[in-house]
């Protein structure tokens, strides 16, 4: 008799074979209904004005587990996004943590970390299933508006979409978020990691870029900036503008050349802080 899945990818591709090509995901529905096989089902998924939390996996007062979310998140994609990171948590982690786990910004680094880049894995997986992603993207440039597309077809953010684009792609790209002017972290393609393009968490926002101009571009096609200004190549910036949470997040698509380091990169090829980036 074949055993449950053991990893966040699994437990993902076993749900989404079971659900089939039906987009958005409906994840209430699922944890609701796919639980009751074990005996300490998912019973309820409610909103908690807990504000030092964006998600949380509780314990139930009449046993099983609670998915909890906080309403102050005013995104439907972001709020789809925490559904499936908790329910996430749930299939992987709530044997080994009884007593519940809260998700927030704090859990970006610390004895947590790789528990919750787990729960993230499981939530794209789910959302955005690999084929049907780069059905929806290949052979396309990626503009505000397939971002869109993406984003409104899978219910999930503009980050989340633009981020597994990343994974998907072959093209040396990368996300770097930002707040109040300053790098909080990146994430890369293969290719950009092959690069080693880096932008250190705590860097300021090189002047030139779009990001760093506060407005938003004039095509959904972004901006393109000479070498120098991101790394010393050419670099399609396509930023996008979060005001409510005082952050940007910048797609950057370079162009395709063999790769010279820059001032701004570095010798540490590790992204930092990669987690949190599919929740903006």
């Given at each position: 008799m074949r055993g449950d899945p053991t990893t966040p990818c699994a437990w993902a591709n076993t749900l989404v074979r079971m659900w089939g090509p039906r987009f958005p995901v409906d994840v209430r529905q699922i944890a609701l209904e796919y639980s009751t096989r074990f005996d300490d089902p998912v019973r309820d998924i409610v909103a908690a004005d807990v504000p030092t939390?964006?998600?949380?996996?509780?314990?139930?007062?009449?046993?099983?587990?609670?998915?909890?979310?906080?309403?102050?998140?005013?995104?439907?994609?972001?709020?789809n996004f925490t559904l499936g990171h908790e329910w996430g948590h749930y299939l992987c982690?709530?044997?080994?943590?009884?007593?519940?786990?809260?998700?927030?910004?704090?859990?970006?680094?610390?004895?947590?970390?790789?528990?919750?880049?787990e729960a993230d894995r499981f939530a794209s997986y789910?959302?955005?299933?690999?084929?049907?992603?780069?059905?929806?993207?290949?052979?396309?440039?990626?503009?505000?508006?397939?971002?869109?597309?993406?984003?409104?077809?899978?219910?999930?953010?503009?980050?989340?979409?633009?981020?597994?684009?990343?994974?998907?792609?072959?093209?040396?790209?990368?996300?770097?978020?930002?707040?109040?002017?300053?790098?909080?972290?990146?994430?890369?393609?293969?290719?950009?990691?092959?690069?080693?393009?880096?932008?250190r968490p705590g860097m300021e926002l090189p002047p030139q870029s779009v990001?760093?101009?506060?407005?938003?571009?004039?095509?959904?096609?972004?901006?393109?900036?000479?070498?120098?200004?991101?790394?010393?190549?050419?670099?399609?910036?396509?930023?996008?503008?979060?005001?409510k949470y005082e952050m940007t997040v910048s797609l950057l698509v370079f162009e395709e050349r063999e790769f010279v380091l820059s001032g701004w990169d570095a010798e540490d090829e590790a992204d930092l802080l990669d987690r949190f980036q599919s929740r903006e």
């Open positions: 939390f964006e998600g949380a996996l509780y314990p139930h007062p009449n046993g099983g587990w609670a998915i909890l979310y906080n309403p102050s998140i005013s995104s439907p994609g972001r709020i982690h709530r044997k080994a943590r009884p007593g519940g786990i809260e998700c927030g910004v704090r859990d970006l680094v610390g004895a947590t970390r790789d528990i919750e880049q789910l959302l955005m299933p690999l084929d049907d992603f780069r059905g929806q993207t290949r052979g396309q440039m990626m503009t505000v508006d397939l971002l869109r597309h993406c984003a409104d077809r899978y219910e999930v953010s503009l980050t989340a979409a633009a981020l597994k684009w990343l994974e998907s792609t072959d093209q040396c790209a990368a996300v770097v978020v930002a707040t109040n002017g300053f790098v909080l972290w990146f994430k890369r393609s293969a290719a950009a990691a092959k690069s080693r393009l880096f932008w990001a760093a101009s506060g407005q938003q571009t004039g095509t959904a096609e972004g901006v393109r900036l000479p070498a120098g200004v991101w790394a010393d190549r050419a670099v399609r910036e396509v930023a996008i503008f979060a005001d």
